[in-house]
């Protein structure tokens, strides 16, 4: 999954998270409350801020349940397991989708 966000902001609304995962902010809010990995900063409002790192786990996360089908306690697992290894299969997975979009982009363009 290939998410827009501005690359130049220190935290994200869970607004702006929500709408570029394109689900609720509720289920961000839920993953909040049921993975460690995520460490949002909350504001005086008590408004949580991610930062691009929690970005990042929540596209791991979103990567695991929606994308490959594991359940909240499988992927919880994984992520304990084989953390390092999962981000950077992730990462790679990552890279190879802006790739191949870049790819698409070019052969549309001819």
Do not use: C
């Amino acid at each position: 999954m290939h998410i827009e966000l501005p690359k130049d902001k220190r935290y994200y609304s869970i607004g702006e998270v929500a709408k570029a995962f394109g689900v609720n902010a509720s289920l961000i809010r839920f993953w909040d409350s049921e993975f460690a990995i995520l460490k949002p900063k909350k504001n005086a409002k008590g408004n949580r801020l991610f930062t691009p790192e929690d970005v990042t786990n929540l596209q791991l996360i979103y990567h695991l349940v929606k994308e490959r089908g594991f359940t909240l306690e499988g992927a919880k697992t994984h992520l304990k397991e084989g953390q390092k290894k999962t981000l950077d299969k992730f990462e790679i997975i990552k890279k190879l989708e802006g790739i191949r979009a870049q790819l698409t982009n070019i052969k549309e363009q001819l």
